[in-house]
């Protein structure tokens, strides 16, 4: 047995009596009316944070949450159930409600739970921040304050935060699997309002992922707080954003985010099984300037996205979506996988146990190519570099856009000179795809503080690219010209 099964079955029988016994009685009486197959996903989480205001601490929260979903496959229909209680009756009632999608009315049959070992282990930490003293917390986001203060006479305003998640998963399953994962995370976000002649400026920066403590080691609350800073200041001086469709520009590292929304959603496997994606049946057909690599690797040690297993109990892989600019194949859970005839790639993931499963990204990323950023940026006239992001907009079903940029310079003559506000860019992922005309040798991974929303449900996701050049997007700004 792994060390992460063994754990976490080990916190969950000392806490709750959960044994193989009581997982086998349960999926026993999840299958008592003819399921095909029947899961069980126990959890148990501890979530803190602290935030910070006007030189002070404004709130610090800790909530537990606990619980076990479960789920009754029979056929094309899932049957789902939870309940908070880990009660034996409650669960028992739980699993008998879900087993009501099957149709025989059978005795509860025994199910063997053979535990299961997952090959890696993506995230090991020493001292989840989830045990480190509230007053050390707080020192992490006086630190911030700090250095946003001293970073500019204009800084008038810091706001700080810092969070972190200790989950303990169990999965059992009814073809004989079980396997068990703890899983930390952390995210600490800084702004800062820069205030001078009449002109105010907010930034936002941050970072985190599944480290504990010693994230702050290599990434010092000062580091985050002096970006916010930098930016919020940078904006003071910077200019009307252009409008008009322009060669766009991304930068390495969290350009990613348009990446993850506006081609990653698109290649999940739900969309695609219903038709309603616009790359439904498109596997093996060019989608994508060649000079495009997609994949999305739940595998990448301290990644925010990433994860030993998925919640349907899965290892999590490194799989390959576009290559070369044509389409692979799409992220799969195993329902999907069941109706494409093909291997989950441990892409099922939900919020927590109270929600079902769905096929979701992990870290999704452009892999590198051959230009330098410097050979992208002289090969462009006028146009726009993209830096950093706030948020934006995207029709899933075919991938048209819209996102605004925090952080953002003209690019003229081939060289990078004044930055601009108040930028967007708009645009049609797939379509965007196909413009690519250089890739970067300069990948990073985003920092990370992204979580992605699908149908209610919100999952802690990763991001990364190369810099890249696009001949053509719209850039909506207030500068005609």
Same mark, same amino acid.
């Given at each position: ?76 229909? &899932? ?141 010092? =609350? ?50 695609? #099984? ?29 990644? #925010?996205?990433? +994860? ?40 099922? #993931? ?25 050979? &992208? ?88 690219? =190369?810099?890249? +050049? ?12």
């Amino acid at each position: 047995m792994s060390d992460s099964t063994s754990e976490a079955l080990g916190f969950f029988n000392d806490r709750y009596a959960i044994d193989p016994a009581v997982l086998s009685s349960l999926l026993g009486t999840a299958l008592s009316r003819g399921g095909d197959f029947a899961e069980l996903f126990f959890e148990s989480a501890t979530v803190n944070s602290i935030a910070w205001e006007d030189q002070r601490v404004r709130s610090a929260n800790r909530n537990v949450t606990q619980g076990v979903g479960i789920r009754v496959v029979k056929g094309d229909a &899932i049957g789902y159930a939870y309940t908070e209680s880990l009660d034996i009756d409650a669960m028992r009632r739980a699993a008998g409600t879900a087993s009501r999608i099957g149709r025989a009315a059978e005795r509860p049959v025994p199910v063997n739970a053979t535990p299961y070992i997952a090959g890696g282990n993506y995230y090991p930490v020493g001292e989840p921040l989830t045990y480190a003293p509230p007053a050390d917390k707080v020192a992490l986001l006086e630190r911030a304050d700090r250095a946003a203060r001293a970073f500019d006479t204009s800084v008038s305003r810091v706001d700080a935060s810092v969070a972190d998640e200790l989950k303990h998963v169990l999965v059992a399953r009814s073809d004989g699997r079980f396997v068990g994962d703890i899983q930390p995370l952390i995210r600490i976000n800084v702004g800062v309002l820069s205030e001078r002649d009449g002109q105010r400026q907010t930034a936002r920066t941050g970072g985190g992922g599944r480290f504990g403590m010693d994230y702050f080691e290599r990434i010092t =609350p000062e580091e985050h707080a002096r970006e916010a800073a930098r930016q919020s200041v940078l904006q003071l001086e910077a200019v009307d954003a252009p409008a008009g469709t322009l060669p766009v520009v991304l930068a390495a590292g969290d350009s990613g985010v348009l990446l993850h929304e506006a081609v990653g959603h698109g290649l999940e496997a739900d969309f695609n #099984r219903k038709g309603t994606s616009n790359y439904s049946g498109r596997v093996g057909d060019g989608v994508a300037s060649p000079l495009v690599t997609v994949v999305d690797d739940g595998t990448i040690s301290g990644s #925010r996205g990433s +994860l030993n297993v998925d919640d349907e109990g899965n290892e999590t892989t490194r799989n390959v979506l576009i290559e070369g600019g044509r389409l692979r194949g799409y992220l799969q859970d195993e329902i999907s996988a069941r109706h494409f005839g093909v291997t989950p790639t441990g892409s099922g #993931r939900r919020e927590n146990f109270k929600h079902y499963i769905m096929p979701r990204m992990t870290n999704t990323l452009m892999l590198p190519g051959e230009s330098t950023k410097d050979e &992208i940026i002289r090969s462009v006239d006028r146009g726009i570099y993209c830096v950093s992001y706030s948020g934006g907009q995207v029709n899933i079903s075919n991938g048209d856009f819209v996102f605004s940029v925090t952080e953002a310079y003209m690019i003229e003559n081939g060289k990078i000179t004044a930055p601009v506000k108040n930028a967007m860019i708009i645009g049609n992922g797939p379509d965007a795809m196909t413009k690519v005309t250089r890739v970067g040798n300069d990948f990073e991974l985003s920092d990370g503080r992204w979580m992605c929303g699908k149908d209610g449900q919100s999952v802690p996701v990763g991001v990364g690219m =190369p810099t890249v +050049l696009i001949s053509g997007l719209t850039v909506g700004g207030t500068r005609v010209g």
